[in-house]
């Protein structure tokens, strides 16, 4: 079985810091990065968020229109 090895563009090794020269491939279920310059290999360990952040955009217009709250203007 041949491994498709692809370069990850602007990556920086993080052992020789060479720039351009580390690839990412996949074994089983599992993925790998590889430096083709001074031979660097670790396992890609991807961590997810638990939830994405709130914010204007991915709340309903009823979300954001229940936390309007009206400006009292106080005269001097």
């Known amino acids: 079985m041949t491994v498709t090895k692809r370069f990850i563009a602007g990556a920086v090794c993080p052992k020789c810091a060479a720039m351009d020269k580390v690839v990412m491939y996949v074994e089983g279920d599992k993925q790998f990065r590889e430096c083709v310059s001074c031979g660097f290999k670790d396992e890609m360990r991807l961590s997810y968020p638990g939830r ?12 954001r229109e229940g936390q309007v709250q009206p400006v009292k203007i106080i005269e001097p």
């Open 52 to 63: 994405e952040l709130d914010t204007r955009v991915n709340r309903s217009r009823e979300e």
